[in-house]
Every structure is written in C-alpha cells, then in structure tokens.
C-alpha cells in the first residue's frame, strides 16, 4: 500500500472532485492522500469524508508560491489547521491576486485582437483559485485556440504575449505562516525549480521536507534529493502532482510514496499536538507501514497553475 501527497482538485487547476479523487485513489491502491490545491484548502473537507468513509488516511494540504532571492519555488504545506483564521485569511489574498492575474491575462489577449471575457474564464473555472489552465480551457471552449497546447504556446507561457507573472510572497514568511497554522513545510518538485542553492536557506528558515519522488524526478534526481534529505535531516514525502483528466497530466498513481515514509511525518505531527487541533472532519486513521518504492511512468504535466 502507498500514499500520493500531491494532488490537485477542481477547487483549483485540476479537473477531478475531492470525492472523486478519493475514489480513483481506492482503485489505484492508495492508503492514504493529501489535497494541495494551489491556494485553497475548501476541497479538504470533502476529501476527508470521502476517505473516512473509504477508510484512507487524509492529510490536509496546500501548496503555496514563494519567492527567495528573485526565485519562484512552491511549498506544499501538510497537516495544517484549515480553520486557522491567519491562514484563511492569506489564502483570501492569495485568490484575490489570481483573480486579478485571470483579468489581466484577458486585457492582454483582448489588446492582441482576441475578444475572450473575464467572465467566460470564472465561469468555466467554478472556483475560487483560479489560473492559466482555466484561460486555455476558455481559449478553447470559445474557438479561439484548437486545444490547450496551442493556447500556450501562443499566448499562455512564459514569455508569450498574455503571461502574466504569478503572485508570490517570501519563503520566509510562508514558513512562518504554515506553522502557525500548525502544519510542516515541504518543498515541492525540487527538481523543477532549479534552485537547490536554496535548501540550505530554506532549511535555516524552518523548512521540514523535501519531495523527492515526483513524476518528473528521474531516478537520479530523486537518489540525490534522498540524499539532500537526509543530509539535512529533512522529511521526505513525494507525490505524482496529479490535476486529472487533460492531456499531459500525470496521472494519479504514477508516484507510489511507500507508507513507511509517512511514519516520521506522524511523529512530526504527534509531537507538535496536531491532533488536538484537527477539524472534526479530518480524520487520520492509523496504517500500516509498507517498503518499497514503485514509480510508473507517466506523461510530463504541461500545463499549470
């Protein structure tokens, strides 16, 4: 039995329920999950009934934008208090910011001769954390780009006419913010952010973990980051970053987190009186552990947040 602790619902830039995830989870194999919506922690309460019920282990997530010396990095955040107001009330800001972000990815198509409409974007969205995947899906919905590919690679990506840089707050203070939420912080996708120059800032700053199993991890980066882990005495977790159906999407399942590595991640939590502070319906049942570690292969994920 394994975990997958990065997975994204339609509460952001993914396509599956919380309930459905929960179940295709079960299918797969799965003992245990997190949500880390981009932004939002409102799919969490859905996802934890649904692995009550299913009899899966819930962590509550989130994963988090930052920035350390002019660098983009993203944190996912476990076993947070999703009622902690001075968390609540970031995330308020943070979705505001993507909002605006929607708006301004539309002026810019609109002054490029493309008549898209904020609305049309919010409305195929359905959520509160929206971000460029919504405005390729429009783009495509309304026939003005044959399919997602082509909404970014004309307009969407980096650098490309209708990019629109993310918000991102400091590292530092994200650190912060997640433990007073009573959650651990982990880096996500090292390999992605080209920055492990970083680590050792973030680890002086309070950072818990490392993912070093990610669908887009080769063998030998995720036998570095274990080492890196270690080195600095870090948590390590991993996930297959799963946003569901589309076409360059890992799937869920394409990174299996051996139980066994989820056991000091209980112990973090157990010390700290986590449990104390969980909502009523956040549940952690307890789970055997399992060794191993079994990677599938899956298509590189595209396009995100």
Same mark, same amino acid.
């Given at each position: 039995m394994f975990a997958d602790l990065h997975l994204h619902s339609r509460y952001?830039? @993914? =396509?599956? !329920?919380? /309930? /459905?995830i929960v179940l295709r989870a079960g299918q797969f194999g799965l003992a245990a999950l997190s949500l880390t919506d981009h932004d939002t922690v409102e799919g969490c309460p859905e996802a934890a009934a649904a692995c009550l019920a299913k009899g899966l282990e819930f962590i509550p997530g989130v994963e988090l934008t930052a920035e350390l010396r002019g660098h983009e990095l993203h944190l996912l955040a476990y076993y947070i208090d999703i009622h902690h107001e001075p968390l609540i009330k970031a995330l308020a800001q943070y979705q505001v910011a993507r909002q605006n972000r929607i708006r301004e990815m539309v002026s810019r198509l609109n #002054? $490029? @001769?493309v008549p898209l409409v904020a609305e049309t974007v919010f409305n195929l969205a359905k959520c509160r954390s929206p971000g460029r995947p919504h405005v390729g899906r429009a783009l495509v919905h309304c026939g003005y780009c044959y &399919?997602? &590919? /082509? !909404?970014?690679e004309l307009f969407l990506k980096k650098n490309r006419p209708a990019w629109v840089p993310k918000y991102r707050v400091s590292a530092t203070d994200l650190i912060q913010l997640i433990h007073g939420a009573g959650g651990l912080v982990v880096m996500a996708h090292p390999g992605l952010n080209h920055y492990d120059e970083a680590i050792p800032e973030l680890v /002086?700053? @309070?950072l818990d973990g490392l993912e070093c199993f +990610? =669908?887009? +991890?080769t063998p030998d980066l995720v036998e570095f980051y274990l080492k890196t882990a270690t080195e600095f005495r870090l948590l390590i977790t991993g996930g297959s970053d799963c946003h569901g159906l589309g076409k360059g999407s890992p799937a869920m399942g394409s990174v299996r987190l051996p139980l066994a590595y989820l056991e000091p $991640? #209980? !112990?973090w939590v157990a010390k700290r009186g986590y449990r104390q502070r969980l909502a009523p319906q956040t549940v952690v049942l307890p789970l055997n552990q399992a060794a191993g570690f079994a990677p599938n292969p899956a298509p590189m994920l595209k396009h995100s947040n």
């Open positions: 952001s830039d @993914g =396509t599956y !329920a919380p /309930e /459905e #002054r $490029l @001769g &399919d997602l &590919d /082509e !909404a970014f /002086e700053a @309070g +990610h =669908t887009k +991890h $991640l #209980r !112990a």
